[in-house]
């Protein structure tokens, strides 16, 4: 696992300075305290601005914004239609929380509430996919510090991992 971690942080880094290297990542962990799946998102500024731009006839300058604030709808918006969760077979709703920028990336937060603890999560994630044909977005997905990978690409957007549950 520490392995497969350091490659992806690799890729991750590596791409900033290569750039036409295309991924998102994305981080589902689930809170049994809170009975919930906190799901966090990293994307590149200039790819989804980009895609912002062209989906909703805009032009947005995200890194000159004072908050993330004004694009909250747009952002909402295109998630929901391009990531989504099922849990033990069950469609989720999946909350928006908000957006922020940390420096050249933009971090989306996401909520499932009322979930008991799954034992499979089916995975849409096809974010990017309509603007860059080398689009990769890795999922993490950690359920009690358990933690599985999937790599979401163009053609495979859609995946299923699962745990076992003692």
Do not use: C
């Not at 809170?31 to 062209?54: A, C, G, P, R, Y």
């Amino acid at each position: 696992m520490l392995y497969s971690n350091f490659i992806i942080g690799f890729l991750w880094v590596f791409s900033g300075m290569l750039h036409p290297f295309y991924v998102s990542i994305t981080d589902l962990v689930y809170k049994e305290d809170t009975k919930s799946v906190q799901i966090m998102h990293k994307v590149f500024v200039d790819d989804f601005e980009q895609t912002l731009n062209k989906h909703y006839k805009v032009n947005l300058d995200i890194l000159a914004m004072e908050s993330t604030a004004e694009i909250d709808e747009m952002v909402k918006d295109y998630f929901s239609k391009r990531f989504a969760v099922e849990i033990d077979g069950k469609q989720e709703e999946i909350i928006y929380i908000g957006s922020e920028l940390e420096e050249n990336v933009l971090w989306i937060y996401q909520e499932i509430y009322k979930v008991r603890k799954p034992k499979s999560f089916k995975i849409t994630n096809t974010v990017l996919f309509d603007e860059f044909d080398t689009q990769s977005n890795l999922v993490h997905t950690d359920l009690g510090g358990k933690i599985k990978t999937l790599r979401l690409t163009e053609g495979d957007g859609t995946q299923l991992v699962e745990f076992e549950v003692y």
